[in-house]
């Protein structure tokens, strides 16, 4: 069974939005509370890219080419990583990947999930 599950991708058409969730459904809270966690993407022929990160004090920074319009968040209650991704545009088309750090610990990839802006 899997540590983390991506949720949320699909297509959705330009200037649209979409809300990605990563869920780390075997990690009990006090630890949960103690990762940190990312969101990177890869585009077709493309490398991977890191979008939005947030620290375990709920620190956030964000890559030049998604910040005022993705908005990365940490519910701790629910063990869950979201990115709210607003204003989309064909060039955020990728596979969204989450991956869950904190020092001395263990690192958990999520599967990676599709997003897809067309018209």
């Known amino acids: 069974q899997r540590q983390i599950v991506e949720s949320g991708g699909g297509l959705v058409q330009p200037g649209g939005s979409l809300r990605l969730s990563c869920k780390a459904q075997?990690?009990?809270?006090?630890?949960?509370?103690?990762?940190?966690a990312s969101w990177y993407r890869q585009g077709p022929g493309k490398e991977r890219e890191l979008v939005a990160s947030?620290?375990?004090?709920?620190?956030?920074d964000y890559s030049d080419s998604v910040k005022d319009r993705f908005i990365i968040s940490k519910d701790n209650g629910r063990r869950t990583v979201y990115l709210q991704m607003n204003s989309l545009k064909p060039e955020d088309t990728a596979d969204y990947y989450c991956?869950?750090?904190?020092?001395?610990?263990?690192?958990?990839w999520g599967q990676g999930i599709q997003v897809t802006v067309s018209s």
């Open positions: 075997r990690m009990i809270l006090s630890t949960f509370n103690m990762y940190g």
């Open positions: 991956l869950l750090q904190s020092r001395g610990m263990e690192s958990y």
């Open positions: 947030i620290t375990s004090s709920m620190s956030t």
